[in-house]
């Protein structure tokens, strides 16, 4: 099977750092990479999005980087809020026959101290 | 508007009993997917349907482990004979599905199931 990821770590920060979240990925085939951020007792939200042929993308004040020569994928949040505590997840998605198979790190954890 | 929903929401359970757990999806979403995630892991892939058919159920760890969605909509999880390393949330997740491209999955609030 596909190796995502790293054994849960857990990163803190202070209000209004940024904060860094690195995965590793084993599958150079993949097409997309996702990272989602969850909740407590929630589903697996997704925050952003990055296309292979892609080395980065930026959203609301979350940056994603690529870097497929050392099957790098990176989660930049600027200005950290306490909202923004919780597990993160890379995933990395590969195109089976008709569907996207989804494939998970085990996660970070993310604690922002106010 | 309503996303995934599943119940139900924690269920415990003696070793040895069956369980069955309900998936709700975005009403309209042709792709559900079921994942077992442990403690202090991502999610592992369990199980995939495209309307009715299920076409790729390489994750269920076992044949204790049984997932249909008959009327394309609704999907039930049915694990038999549940053993304590069951124990886990299981999350189920629906998207659209585009021949080619991307199709964003949304995650339901999981079920947490606890095998005694």
């Given amino acids: 099977g596909e190796s995502v990821g790293l054994h849960l770590p ?3 920060v202070q209000e209004g750092d940024n904060s860094i979240i690195n995965c ?5 085939a993949s ?7 969850q909740e407590s007792g929630k589903g697996p939200q997704f925050i952003i999005d990055i296309r292979s ?5 930026q959203g609301q004040r979350v940056t994603v980087l690529l870097n497929k020569t050392v099957k790098h994928l990176s989660l930049q949040i600027a200005a950290t809020q306490p909202g923004d505590s919780a597990v993160y997840f890379c995933a990395e998605i590969t195109r089976l026959y008709n569907f996207n198979k989804f494939y998970f790190g085990s996660g970070t954890k993310l604690n922002v101290k106010p | 508007g309503a996303g995934v929903s599943q119940s139900p929401r924690y269920k415990v359970a003696k070793r040895g009993q069956d369980v069955a ?3 709700d999806p975005i009403s309209g979403h042709v792709s559900l997917f079921w994942y077992q995630q442990a403690l202090g ?3 592992e892939f369990l199980t995939y349907f495209q309307n009715e058919a299920q076409l790729d159920k390489s994750g269920l760890p076992s044949d204790r482990f049984f997932a249909e969605r008959p009327e394309g909509s609704v999907s039930t999880l049915k694990i038999q004979r549940t ?3 069951d124990s886990a ?3 189920c997740a629906s998207s659209n599905h585009r021949v080619a491209g991307f199709d964003e999955q949304f995650f339901g609030p999981g079920t947490r199931l606890t095998v005694l």
């Fill in chain 1, 31 to 37: 097409d997309y990479f996702i990272w989602y951020k």
């Fill in chain 2, 89 to 91: 949330v299981y999350l």
């Fill in chain 2, 41 to 43: 892991q991502g999610p």
């Fill in chain 2, 21 to 23: 757990l309900r998936c």
């Fill in chain 1, 24 to 28: 590793a990925y084993s599958n150079s």
């Fill in chain 1, 53 to 57: 042929n892609m080395d980065k993308r």
């Fill in chain 1, 10 to 12: 857990t990163l803190s």
């Fill in chain 2, 83 to 85: 053993q304590q390393e």
